[in-house]
């Protein structure tokens, strides 16, 4: 089976850095996907590795260690709009393993 | 391009009721999804369909059965509804040739009393 370790919370101010770590114990490992979700909206694709290192899009980079069983999303120039739920997900074979989810919370 | 449509929005189901929640995807996408959402946890896969003709389950499959109708559609069954079921439901798609980037409708909200 899979199994997935994120924090539950975090709050930061506008202008902060967020790193969410999540670490993981799976079978048949192809990559680590990040989403984000607003409240009462649906989940939306932010990243995805598959390869060791750090991918860059924009204000967000995502960085995975396939022989550590560790990523993190890391957040940076916070903004208001950035407060959601941010969820990793291992990719295996057709299909997604959600984690908990990670409420960050953004103050001004 | 609507991307993932599902109907309902909402309903409200008494204890033992059946409905099915339809699901539909424009973007020519092989795998289509069904999972839950229960409030603080993270999406539980129920059932998917790798292509059409085909269909798997998931990490919760019980009390649910799906169809994958056509390569669009993919419908999701409660035969007998109970209050466990009481969650957010989110349809799915993917297109196998590219990143695990799934693409979410906007989910169907569901009460069971």
């Known amino acids: 089976g899979q199994s997935l370790e994120q924090p539950s919370e975090v709050t930061a101010v506008e202008g902060a850095i967020v790193q969410i770590n999540c670490t993981y114990q799976?079978?048949?490992?192809?990559?680590l996907s990040w989403y984000q979700q607003h409240d009462g909206g649906a989940p939306t694709f932010l990243s995805y590795?598959?390869?060791?290192g750090l991918e860059e899009t924009g204000r967000f980079s995502s960085f995975l260690s396939r022989s550590d069983s560790y990523g993190y999303l890391l957040l940076q120039e916070l903004q208001m709009k950035d407060s959601a739920s941010y969820f990793c997900?291992?990719?295996?074979?057709?299909?997604?393993?959600f984690g908990a989810g990670t409420t960050v919370t953004v103050r001004a | 391009n609507a991307g993932v449509t599902q109907t309902p929005k909402f309903q409200v189901l008494k204890t033992g009721q059946s409905m099915t929640l339809q699901c539909a995807q424009d973007?020519?996408?092989?795998?289509m999804y069904w999972y839950r959402q229960d409030p603080g946890m993270g999406l539980r896969l129920i059932y998917y369909s790798a292509s059409e003709g085909t269909t798997d389950k998931g990490e919760v499959p019980n009390g649910y059965n799906v169809s994958r109708l056509n390569k669009r559609e993919f419908s999701l069954r409660l035969e007998s509804a109970a209050p466990s079921q009481t969650s957010v439901y989110f349809c799915?798609?993917?297109?196998?040739?590219?990143?695990?980037?799934?693409?979410f409708g906007p989910g169907t909200r569901l009460t069971v009393t």
């Open positions: 799915a798609s993917h297109d196998r040739g590219r990143t695990y980037e799934q693409y």
């Open positions: 973007m020519n996408h092989n795998s």
């Open positions: 799976t079978s048949g490992f192809y990559g």
């Open positions: 590795n598959a390869l060791d």
């Open positions: 997900a291992v990719a295996g074979d057709y299909k997604l393993s």
